[in-house]
């Protein structure tokens, strides 16, 4: 008691932050048992303990309806499709930009590399639909005056996942790879000129020298994808999608929107976000575990 | 002969070429954007959307923008108070707290810190956080754009590192002084801490910029819209009927390059600002070892 009594200043100091955590993530814990009830559209919270306890009722709607297998499986091939694009591709741009010899040249690469990570998703959707736009896309019109067909690219099944996926690594390859880079300037330039006088050339030592000292730290940046399968860009398809591609583009995350804000579903729609809360709990809780246990810090 | 493809010159100019054509596609869609915000209806007609650079330069459509658009007005201001009222609620929580669990002796301090890091692996999800801030009735109300989202998990851990590190001597030669811990933390701790404040207030400052799902769910009323939600609104429409009091003149500008002016004029703060602070984000990156 006396030790706590010494430290009073800083749990003062936390205090404010810790009433904020409680407040905004763990009662939202505890009302996710609306998922095990039938809350009324009008009383909301209020109306939290008069509402009638239903058991699974709501998560055994989900699992046996029409939309469960579409809205998983597109929220993992749509994730799936990221990482396995979005993933190596900063890696490489790093390896590419640590190529480089101008330092002057490198740095302003660099910097424009980060400006799509900057942009709102609102504008970079904006943007898109600008170039897409049936009539008047500057894309669209000129594949149009190549084959004669004018192509509505947003509203078509077969392209849609494409658009997301290649947007998302417009989006973040240059962000996401600034720790490799930095990974690569903390290799000791040493290895370089041994390897050099060996006769080695640039190749071979970007794949012997440069690609394993930054091996943990694609490791680590690999598990962190890992544990954020279930997230495959709720913002990004919110803002694209149309009910003609909600086929191939409803994911979890969209479909408890539409479901609880929009339809007002609470406790469906509650009951579909803990499911994923969960199962994305297990990932992140794994990934971070076998993060900690390579070494070092893991993700926390 | 054999030799020249083996030439460092040659791959140089090689892997350069690459990076240039990527470089030149992280900044075309902007041009493009650029581009059609000075057009006029009648080149827009005559050329059809094959738009790299306007022929005649038209600033119609930056006219209509800035001179009679009382949405607007009020959308940027709303985000103005945003971002100046959130990013400081944000480094206040944050810093306190990083800084108090950043107490290598502190009792409890890592049942506290789990306190936090769980809400970072699991979280109750989508509906009861709008129900929460719905029930509290901060919905249109300036609030729910920033008291919702007071501490990220991911910054309060990279301050909390920064702090870590802080060379324990400076703290010992302060108490020797016979400082109190609130002096410390104002006079030694804060000053040395400028740069990571900065960048963190930085990250938050420009989330806030950006920030639209949750504006978008937790305001519905046109006053308290803050300029992302606006801008998705008339974006979203074929014409542009929602930028209210707009009296066209004779040729009134295409929809495309409203939209693209619109673009613009809420992208260039962050398009002036970013290569100058982008640094500071990069070191942030480095403090703390973690994906921003």
């Given at each position: 008691m006396k030790k706590i009594w010494k430290f009073r200043f800083y749990y003062y100091l936390a205090l404010p932050g810790l009433i904020y955590f409680f407040i905004f993530h763990y009662i939202p814990m505890g009302g996710a048992l609306i998922a095990f009830k039938d809350i009324s559209p009008f009383d909301g919270l209020e109306g939290f303990f008069d509402a009638p306890w239903v058991g699974l009722k709501h998560f055994e709607r989900f699992t046996s309806s029409v939309y469960f297998y579409d809205v998983i499986e597109n929220t993992i091939i749509i994730s799936g499709l990221k990482i396995l694009f979005g993933f190596p591709a900063p890696i490489i741009f790093a390896l590419l930009l640590n190529e480089v010899l101008r330092m002057s040249l490198k740095r302003v690469m660099q910097t424009i590399s980060y400006l799509p990570h900057f942009i709102s998703w609102v504008v970079t959707a904006g943007m898109i639909t600008a170039l897409l736009?049936?009539?008047?896309g500057l894309i669209t019109e000129t594949i149009n005056d190549f084959t004669g067909s004018n192509i509505n690219f947003l509203g078509n099944k077969d392209y849609f996942v494409s658009i997301l996926v290649t947007s998302h690594v417009w989006k973040t390859i240059g962000w996401s790879s600034i720790i490799y880079l930095a990974a690569m300037s903390s290799i000791d330039p040493a290895l370089y000129e041994s390897a050099r006088i060996d006769g080695a050339n640039r190749l071979q030592m970007a794949w012997h020298i440069t690609l394993p000292s930054i091996s943990f730290v694609i490791v680590i940046m690999f598990l962190f994808e890992i544990g954020h399968l279930?997230?495959?860009g709720f913002e990004q398809i919110l803002l694209l999608y149309s009910p003609g591609v909600y086929k191939v583009a409803d994911i979890i995350d969209t479909f408890v929107y539409r479901e609880g804000l929009l339809a007002l579903k609470y406790s469906f729609a509650a009951a579909v976000g803990l499911f994923k809360a969960v199962i994305a709990f297990v990932l992140l809780y794994t990934a971070n575990k076998l993060a900690n246990k390579l070494g070092q810090t893991g993700l926390w | 002969m054999k030799s020249y493809y083996r030439t460092e010159t040659f791959w140089n100019y090689i892997i350069v070429g690459i990076l240039l054509i990527l470089t030149l596609s992280f900044l075309l869609p902007f041009i493009i954007v650029l581009s059609t915000s000075f057009i006029s209806e009648a080149e827009w007609a005559r050329r059809g959307?094959?738009?790299?650079?306007?022929q005649k330069i038209s600033m119609t459509a930056y006219d209509i923008l800035f001179g009679k658009s009382y949405v607007l007005f009020n959308a940027y201001q709303v985000t103005f108070l945003r971002v100046t009222l959130g990013t400081f609620s944000n480094l206040v929580f944050t810093t306190t707290l990083a800084y108090a669990l950043a107490q290598r002796d502190l009792p409890y301090r890592i049942p506290l810190t789990f306190f936090v890091f769980f809400t970072m692996v699991f979280n109750g999800g989508l509906i009861p956080q709008f129900l929460l801030v719905d029930f509290l009735n901060l919905r249109n109300t300036i609030f729910a754009l920033f008291v919702p989202m007071l501490v990220n998990g991911w910054y309060f851990l990279i301050m909390r590192n920064f702090f870590m590190n802080i060379p324990k001597d400076l703290i010992d030669a302060a108490i020797i002084d016979g400082a109190s811990p609130f002096k410390i933390l104002t006079s030694v701790v804060l000053p040395l801490s400028m740069p990571v404040l900065a960048t963190i207030g930085l990250f938050y400052a420009v989330y806030h910029w950006n920030e639209w799902f949750y504006a978008s769910i937790y305001i519905t009323d046109n006053e308290h819209k803050p300029m992302q939600i606006i801008l998705r609104g008339l974006l979203n429409q074929a014409t542009m009927e929602g930028v209210d009091n707009i009296s066209f003149r004779e040729e009134p500008p295409p929809a495309a390059s409203l939209k693209s002016a619109l673009i613009i004029f809420s992208t260039v703060p962050i398009l002036v600002v970013y290569p100058f602070v982008q640094r500071y984000f990069v070191k942030g990156i480095m403090v703390g070892g973690v994906k921003g």
């Open positions: 736009a049936t009539s008047g279930l997230d495959a | 959307g094959h738009v790299l650079y306007p």
